[in-house]
Structures are given as C-alpha cells and as structure tokens.
C-alpha cells in the first residue's frame, strides 16, 4: 500500500507524515543499535558508509543503494524486531526522498558527515549520541522535503 501510495506524487501532508514517522522511529533506532549492536552489524553500518563515500560524486544510483542498506542496517543493529518490521515505511520514504533529491540543486553527499556521526556513536557505545546524531540526520533530509513540497 505504502509503496502503492508513493509511485505518484504523495500529497505535501502524507511526506510530512512519513518523516514525522521517521523521526520517531530512526532516532529511538539508532539509539538502541548503540546499545546492542554487534560487531558484525557496525561493520555493515561501516561497509554501507564506505560504499556511499566512495558513490560521490559521480553514481547516484550507487550512493542511493548504500543508503538504503545504512538505514536498513541501523533499524536491524537495534535489534528490536518491530523497527524491523517497519523498513517498509522507511525503504518507501527513502525511495520517494531519492526520487525528489535527484532534483534538487544540492548533492546527497552533503549528508554523508551526518551518517558518519551516526556510524561513529553505534560503533563508541553512545546511545545518546546516536539518537541526537540520527536526529540531525533527519533534520537535513526534512530541509530537503520542505524545499521541494514549499514549506
């Protein structure tokens, strides 16, 4: 349904609830990856911002993927199996926040230090840190959203 809803052009309303969710859910993720995480899943977390560092500037398409399995990555390190659960909300917000990014004026790579942070807090055990940086995260991709949707 969610990915259904996507495929066209979602309503100003529905981005907004989709990063509102986001919001939620990633942060309280990335908090519980610092917690939990075992060595293999930091180094997925690693090996995903290493592929979208190496993406820049020139494959997009590489970039996106490798965002896609951070983030697909951050929600299995928490191991809490309903975030899990919920990568199909997130892969669609992603999927449609690629599509509108390529639009836009400004690089992806502009958010390449904020998924670094969030890498560096899981990896140093500092759940707080994790949250407050996937925040920021999520902070960059909402200018992104508002830019194109007119807030």
Not at 6 to 25: D, K, N, Q
Not at 65 to 94: C, K, P, Y
């Amino acid at each position: 349904m969610l990915e259904w809803s996507m495929a066209s052009a979602p309503s100003p309303e529905f981005v907004r609830s989709l990063l509102e969710a986001r919001r939620v859910i990633e942060p309280a993720a990335a908090r519980l990856a610092a917690a939990r995480a075992s060595a293999m899943d930091v180094a997925e977390l690693e090996a995903a911002y290493e592929r979208m560092e190496r993406a820049m500037p020139d494959d997009i398409v590489a970039f996106n993927e490798a965002d896609i399995a951070f983030h697909r990555g951050l929600l299995r390190a928490s191991h809490n199996l309903v975030f899990q659960q919920m990568w199909t909300t997130i892969s669609a917000a992603l999927g449609y926040s690629f599509r509108i990014s390529t639009g836009q004026a400004r690089s992806p790579a502009h958010s390449l230090p904020y998924h670094r942070d969030v890498v560096e807090r899981v990896r140093l055990r500092d759940p707080e840190g994790a949250h407050s940086s996937m925040s920021r995260l999520l902070d960059i991709a909402a200018i992104d959203l508002a830019l194109f949707i007119g807030d």
